[in-house]
């Protein structure tokens, strides 16, 4: 198992869709040995380090820019997501189970989306205010 795998186990809100479906695999399923199976679950430190990467990148952009890069934050975190989910559902299909319908898919990435943008918004209203009024650098 990959210490980034290790390290999501114990953070699991940190984890990315594709390391929680890992998690959730059904170990006893003949399907979970295969070659396909373990490529797609050693992909999954790919997606656990973006998203550890994009929780702490994410917000400092949107602060430190005023908000300005909200919209592009949010467009890559989206893409991202996508990304992410699509590649977490094949993992579960070539490892024994399910997958999630493209319909579940656009759901959570929508989800997320909404989540993130609120987020943003929040931070940036928050670094907004600590930003200092004048532009001439007085601290009257």
């Not at 998690?23 to 050693?42: V, Y």
Request: contains cysteine; glycine residues 12%.
């Amino acid at each position: 198992m990959t210490t980034t795998l290790v390290i999501a186990a114990g953070l699991p809100g940190c984890a990315s869709t594709s390391g929680e479906t890992f998690f959730h695999l059904d170990r006893n399923n003949p399907r979970f040995a295969s070659e396909q199976c373990q490529g797609a679950i050693r992909d999954t430190e790919v997606h656990d380090d973006l998203k550890m990467i994009r929780s702490i990148a994410s917000p400092v952009a949107v602060v430190l820019s005023g908000g300005l890069l909200l919209p592009a934050v949010v467009a890559t975190n989206i893409g991202l997501d996508t990304v992410d989910r699509v590649d977490a559902s094949k993992m579960e299909k070539v490892c024994g189970g399910e997958g999630k319908t493209a319909e579940e898919i656009a759901t959570g990435v929508v989800k997320g989306a909404a989540f993130g943008l609120a987020t943003g918004a929040a931070g940036s209203a928050v670094g907004a205010s600590s930003l200092p009024i004048g532009t001439t650098g007085s601290t009257k």
